[in-house]
Every structure is written in structure tokens, then in C-alpha cells.
């Protein structure tokens, strides 16, 4: 498998507070990670340097052959390397962050008229063809005020493929999510993941990554402390840390 | 009375038509103003904001009056002549955008992280964050202290008669000086203005209320 992310030993700090320790992680075209830990561990982090939102201060990153260098203390970013970047690399968050002056189909067709300069009539067919695929073709001209969260979250997922980017990170997806609104969320990556698409995904759902996971990754304290397959790490963690952390979260 | 009223009327319509204008135009230089500024006062380049909080604290710092007196006075020695209204609108118009764009920065502030994360993740450059995701949403935001300076400018332009802008308050201190009937015509003039002031802010107090309901329902 060609890997199409290589993070070396990424470092980052915030001030005198260091969140991430020399963190390296290749992932494969095609593969899906999972990555887990506990709050404030630095998960998020990573994947939000992955696509330039956060600055880091050591290391490299790597995606499909476009690099992001260390810029951490630095004013001025390299806005060319960014853009690179996050052509190739869609990003779905916690809280959505649907734009709520637009509607369903505005959300999904802004960026690739914008930053693509699709014209209006191939974008749209894209957005519908996408909006179907998440199960909302009959919701693009509501805004995201009048969905549930489990559908804005599905429209926010079709606004990310509609850059067609080759890889896809998703922050806590299901975390602000109604319980039973997750599961359609995770129907929509499921279905990505048996697609090809690259993901990197941090989460707190364990049955998913379980089943859907090529690897997991556990992290603590900002350094990534194993890395193996699902029915490894969860059956059979060989880290001390990584077993009091499984044990509270399966416990239930 | 009502004689009186008759003959002053074309004066009065006129210095209100006036008043009238200079409040549209100064306004809309405001606007204009307010924005270049408060998008200079965000800008990441220091070169940028220095100048830009510099000039806006000259001006929140000082009088309106007296910078009207400045632009048409002190500017003409520095070859920098214009006609009263000229005057009068840049004077009003850098007045109110200087405090409009502390009020556009507050609206660009409060529109969401999350928002131009959310944009700048999809590819959209600074600019294009700026125009399609913050903008849009900040304008709602910003509508009715917007409104309520738009209000507060109509009465202020009463100031520029100083600088012999023939307008409402002008037109009434003329007729005062012919007549002598200080009252009445002062009365008048006072009736015109709160005529206008009041269901305008109560305008604005109803744009408030629907923009509230509006973002509620998100």
C-alpha cells in the first residue's frame, strides 16, 4: 500500500505546554486510521496540523507528495503549501461548522465554485449527486438551522467530498451528536471506508473503529503509544497505559 | 401659526432635503469607511493596523464639530479646498466610520472560529473566507447598532450648518435671525426632528427584534 500521509516526528507546543511528542504516523492510500485516547491527549491536534490548521513547531508532514513545514512562532505561513494541502485533504468537525446563512446545497457548492471555479451547473449536480449519497436530496434548500444534528453533520461530510479530496479527517464526528443520531453518521463513513476512501479518524466510538479500523492508534500525553490493527489493540494492548484506558472506556 | 408655517415651508423643505442628503451620503461613506477599517484593524500586518487604530482613536478622541472646522478651515491651507457639503460629508462620513468599523470588527469577532476553520479547511483563501462565510454573517450582526448610528447621524448633522451648510438647522437659525419668533420656528424645527428620529429608531428596534428571532431559530 503507497502511504499518502507520512507525519515524522511532529512536534508541537503550546508556549512552555508541549501536546505533541515526536509523533510519527505513515497512513496508507485506502487505509483507515482510528485514532484514540483521552481528552486533551493531543489527538485532534494532530489531525488538525495534518491539514494546516494548527501550527507545529518540529518535524514534517507529508500529503501525496505536497509537504507542510514547521511554522510554529513564525507570522507569516506559506499560503501556497496550505492550499496544496487541502485540495487534497477534507476535514469534518465536531460542531459541524455548517455555514448557516446558506442553504444545504449553497454549503456543499460554495467552495467548489470559489476555490475549483466550477461553474454553477456542474457543482450543483455534484452537491445533489453527494447530498443523495448521504441520504438528504430532499433537504437542499433548508438551511442547517432546520436539521438535526445527525443531518447536518451528513451535509457537512457531502460538503467536504464535494472537494474531492483524497483524504478525509474527521474530528469527534459523533461527539456532539443525540445518541441516536450517531449511528447515521457512521453509516455515511462506513460507506466511505468501503469506498477506498483514505480516513483518519478520531473518535470515541470503539465498535466502530473495531469494525471499521485498519489500524488504531492510541495516544497519551501527545506521543503515540501503540499502533496496531483493532482486534490487537483492543484484545491484546501490550502498553500498560493503553489497557487502563481501554478498560475505562469498554467498561460499559 | 399656521401662515407662518406656510411661508417658512419651501425653506424648511429645502434645508430638510439637505439634512435629508447629508445624512444618505455621509452614511454611505461611513459604511464604506467602516469596513476599510475595520478589515485594516484585524489585518495580521502591523504596517496595516498601526495606522488604521491610530487614525480611529484621533477621531472617536475628539469632537465632530471640531473636525468639521479642521477638513474646512485647516485642510485648504494644505491645498485642500472643498465646497461646505463636501466638507460636511467627509467630515461626517470619516466621523461615524471611525466608530461604524469598531462596530464591524466587534460583528467580524463574533462570527464563530468554527467558521473559518470550516472554510479555510474546504480551500477558500483569506479573502474568500472573508466575503462568503464571515461578512454575510457578521452584516446581521451588525444591523441594528448600524441602524441606531444611522439615526444618531441624521440629528448630527445638524453640526454641519456651522460650516454654512444651508440644511434644516441652518434654514431655522436664518428664519429665527429674520423673524425673531425664536420660539415658534425653534418648536418647529424640534417637531421635524423627532418626527423623523423616532419612528426611525423604532425601526430599528424592530429590525433588532426579527434579526434576535432569526438567530434563535439556528
Known amino acids: ?252 | 401659526m399656521l401662515s407662518d408655517l406656510r411661508s417658512w415651508a419651501p425653506e424648511l423643505l429645502t434645508g430638510l432635503r439637505l439634512t435629508v442628503g447629508m445624512t444618505f451620503g455621509g452614511m454611505a461613506i461611513a459604511l464604506v469607511l467602516g469596513l476599510i477599517l475595520a478589515l485594516g484593524r484585524i489585518s495580521h500586518s502591523l504596517w496595516l493596523r498601526a495606522p488604521v487604530v491610530a487614525f480611529v482613536e484621533l477621531i472617536r478622541g475628539s469632537p465632530l464639530l471640531l473636525q468639521l472646522f479642521y477638513i474646512y478651515y485647516v485642510l485648504p491651507v494644505f491645498g485642500l479646498r472643498m465646497t461646505p457639503v463636501e466638507a460636511g460629508l467627509l467630515g461626517l462620513g470619516i466621523n461615524y466610520g471611525a466608530y461604524l468599523s469598531e462596530v464591524f470588527r466587534g460583528g467580524i469577532a463574533a462570527v464563530s472560529q468554527g467558521q473559518r476553520e470550516a472554510a479555510e479547511s474546504l480551500g477558500m483563501s483569506g479573502a474568500q473566507t472573508m466575503r462568503f462565510v464571515i461578512l454575510p454573517q457578521a452584516w446581521r450582526i451588525v444591523i441594528p447598532p448600524t441602524g441606531n448610528y444611522f439615526v444618531s447621524l441624521f440629528k448630527d448633522t445638524a453640526l454641519v450648518s456651522t460650516i454654512s451648510i444651508a440644511e434644516l438647522m441652518f434654514q431655522g437659525q436664518l428664519i429665527a435671525s429674520d423673524t425673531f419668533r425664536y420660539m415658534r420656528i425653534y418648536s418647529v424645527i424640534f417637531v421635524i426632528y423627532v418626527a423623523i428620529s423616532v419612528p426611525a429608531s423604532m425601526g430599528v428596534r424592530w429590525l433588532e427584534r426579527r434579526s434576535n428571532r432569526s438567530l434563535a431559530s439556528r
Open chain 1, 1 to 252: 500500500m503507497r502511504p499518502i500521509i507520512e507525519v515524522k516526528d511532529l512536534s508541537k507546543s503550546y508556549g512552555s505546554v508541549r501536546v505533541l511528542h515526536d509523533v510519527n504516523l505513515t497512513v496508507g492510500t485506502g487505509e483507515v486510521v482510528v485514532i484514540i485516547g483521552a481528552s486533551g491527549s493531543g489527538k485532534s491536534t494532530l489531525i488538525r496540523c495534518i491539514n494546516g490548521l494548527e501550527r507545529f513547531g518540529a518535524g514534517s508532514i507529508d500529503v501525496d507528495g505536497f509537504s507542510l513545514a514547521p511554522s510554529e512562532g513564525k507570522s507569516r505561513r506559506n499560503m501556497a503549501e496550505l492550499k496544496d494541502i487541502r485540495r487534497e485533504v477534507g476535514m469534518v468537525f465536531q460542531q459541524f461548522n455548517l455555514f448557516p446563512h446558506k442553504t444545504v446545497l449553497e454549503n456543499v457548492t460554495l467552495a467548489p465554485i470559489q476555490v475549483r471555479k466550477w461553474d454553477k451547473a456542474k457543482a450543483e449536480a455534484t452537491a445533489r449527486r453527494l447530498l443523495e449519497r448521504v441520504g438528504l436530496q430532499d433537504h437542499t434548500h433548508k438551511y442547517p438551522g432546520q436539521l438535526s444534528g445527525g443531518q447536518q453533520q451528513r451535509v457537512a461530510i457531502a460538503r467536504s467530498l464535494a472537494m474531492e479530496p483524497r483524504v478525509m479527517l474527521f474530528d469527534e464526528p459523533t461527539s456532539a451528536l443525540d445518541p441516536e443520531m450517531v449511528s447515521e453518521v457512521l453509516e455515511v463513513m462506513r460507506g466511505l471506508a468501503r469506498e477506498g476512501m483514505t480516513m483518519i479518524v478520531v473518535t470515541h466510538e470503539m465498535g466502530f473503529a473495531r469494525e471499521v479500523a485498519d489500524r488504531v492508534v492510541y495516544i497519551d500525553h501527545g506521543r503515540v503509544l501503540e499502533v496496531a490493527p483493532p482486534a490487537e489493540l483492543f484484545d491484546n494492548p501490550q502498553q500498560e497505559r493503553t489497557k487502563t484506558f481501554l478498560s475505562r472506556v469498554l467498561k460499559h
